[in-house]
């Protein structure tokens, strides 16, 4: 039965370390995940930049043509300060000329702001593109490292597997299929007996299962936890 005990052990080893290979392996992807998005963020953020930079060219543009038509308007107020022919009528165009040139200093301040907005815009969609370019470049790198480490895993994972069901083959059915109940509820379903503790649960076991462990004439199981029990050496 020790025998057997030790193969059940080394068949628990086993699937351990086919389950930890699967987990690295799955968790391979994250990386490519989380480097995506990083790219996708620095594109969104790239054509936000762009999307500001336009925005403030056309408000400039239309500062620039609002001041265009409050300077004509001027031109001809001031071409009708020579034919004017009463107070009441020199102090209206007087007001309406001062009027428009408060607009165009008006303008001129929006037109100024929004063109040193489009400047630092520029200058931001530029970065963000270049590290979007770079994000990129870093991305195809990460693939191709997953891509090389997954075909490591699969094969690391495909050896241990057969490993595991030739030592299946071993293993008396009986017991294999008890195991393979416990199993299914405890990642150890069998465990060490230590000081007469078992290392499944820490429970202190019987005299009386400590015998029938040192006969090894059976599986012999944890009153307490259920796990398949074999004695330390």
Request: with cysteine.
């Given at each position: 039965?020790?025998?057997?005990?030790?193969?059940?052990?080394?068949?628990?080893?086993?699937?351990?370390?086919?389950?930890?290979?699967?987990?690295?392996?799955?968790?391979l992807s994250i990386d490519v995940r989380n480097q995506a998005r990083k790219l996708e963020r620095k594109r969104r953020q790239a054509r936000e930049a762009h999307d500001k930079r336009m925005e403030n060219a056309k408000g400039a543009d239309a500062a620039q043509l609002n001041i265009e038509q409050a300077e004509q308007e001027i031109e001809r107020l001031v071409m009708q300060l020579n034919a004017v022919r009463n107070q009441r009528e020199l102090d209206t165009?007087?007001?309406?000329?001062?009027?428009?040139?408060a607009d165009i200093s008006r303008w001129e301040d929006e037109a100024l702001t929004a063109l040193q907005a489009v400047d630092e815009l520029r200058q931001e969609e530029e970065q963000l593109n270049r590290e979007a370019e770079e994000a990129e470049k870093e991305l195809e790198r990460i693939k191709e490292?997953?891509?090389?480490?997954?075909?490591?895993?699969?094969?690391?994972?495909?050896?241990?597997?057969?490993?595991?069901?030739?030592?299946?083959?071993?293993?008396?059915?009986?017991?294999?299929?008890?195991?393979?109940?416990?199993?299914?509820?405890?990642?150890?379903?069998?465990?060490?007996?230590?000081?007469?503790?078992?290392?499944?649960?820490?429970?202190?076991?019987?005299?009386?299962?400590?015998?029938?462990?040192?006969?090894?004439?059976?599986?012999?199981?944890?009153?307490?936890?259920?796990?398949?029990?074999?004695?330390a050496e």
């Open positions: 039965m020790r025998e057997t005990l030790e193969k059940l052990l080394a068949l628990q080893e086993l699937n351990k370390e086919i389950e930890q290979a699967c987990g690295d392996r799955d968790k165009i007087q007001n309406t000329i001062r009027s428009r040139q490292h997953v891509a090389e480490a997954t075909r490591q895993y699969e094969q690391r994972i495909e050896e241990l597997t057969e490993q595991r069901d030739r030592l299946r083959d071993e293993i008396p059915p009986e017991v294999l299929s008890s195991y393979d109940r416990l199993a299914a509820r405890h990642s150890n379903a069998l465990a060490r007996v230590k000081g007469r503790v078992c290392r499944g649960c820490f429970t202190r076991i019987t005299k009386q299962t400590e015998n029938l462990l040192m006969r090894d004439k059976k599986v012999v199981y944890c009153h307490s936890c259920g796990r398949m029990l074999m004695l």
